[in-house]
C-alpha cells in the first residue's frame, strides 16, 4: 500500500473542497454567456442562441422574444459564414441586474480568424448596451440596445 505525505493529501482536499464549493462570480458568469452567445451565432445555432434571451425581452425597437427571434433567423440563415469579434466588454452588475456594455465586429464570408482579415467595406460594427436579468439562477437578456458605428472606432 502506497502512503501520500500528508501535506499533499491536505492540498489535495482543500483544492477539492475549494473547488466544490466555489461558484464564479456573477460577472464572470454573464461573460461566459455572452461568449457563448457569440459562439452560437458564428455557428448559427438558433435555438442555443435564444436561451440566453428572456422571454421577457423587449426593446425600445418594439421588439419582443419571438421579434429578436425573427431578427436572429433572418441574419443567420443567410448561407454565408458569420464571424463575430467582441471588444471593449464591459459588466457592471447590481444585486439581479447587470448592465453589459461592448462592441461587436461582424463579418459574412471568407476565412475569418482575427481582426487582421476584416475589410471594413465588408463588415459591420455595433455598439451595444444589455441588460441581463437573474432569472432564478441564470442570467437572460431582458433588452438590448445597439447602433451602428463606424469600424475604425473599434479597431
Not at 121 to 133: L, N, P, T
Amino acid at each position: 500500500m502506497r502512503h501520500f505525505p500528508r501535506p499533499l493529501i491536505a492540498l489535495f482536499l482543500s483544492a477539492l473542497f475549494l473547488h466544490a464549493c466555489s461558484r464564479p462570480p456573477e460577472e464572470e458568469r454573464i461573460r461566459q454567456s455572452v461568449s457563448e452567445a457569440v459562439e452560437a451565432a458564428e455557428k448559427k445555432d438558433v435555438k442555443a442562441f435564444m436561451r440566453f434571451i428572456s422571454n421577457e425581452y423587449a426593446d425600445d425597437r418594439g421588439n419582443d422574444y419571438n421579434g429578436i427571434k425573427g431578427v436572429l433567423v433572418y441574419q443567420l440563415l443567410r448561407p454565408e459564414a458569420v464571424k463575430v469579434f467582441v471588444r471593449g466588454l464591459t459588466v457592471e452588475v447590481k444585486g439581479d441586474t447587470a448592465l453589459v456594455d461592448a462592441k461587436a465586429i461582424t463579418m459574412r464570408g471568407g476565412d475569418i480568424k482575427s481582426l487582421s482579415d476584416i475589410v471594413p467595406e465588408e463588415a459591420e460594427a455595433y455598439r451595444f448596451s444589455i441588460v441581463f436579468k437573474n432569472e432564478t439562477g441564470d442570467w437572460k437578456v431582458r433588452s438590448a440596445a445597439w447602433e451602428p458605428v463606424g469600424i475604425a472606432g473599434l479597431l
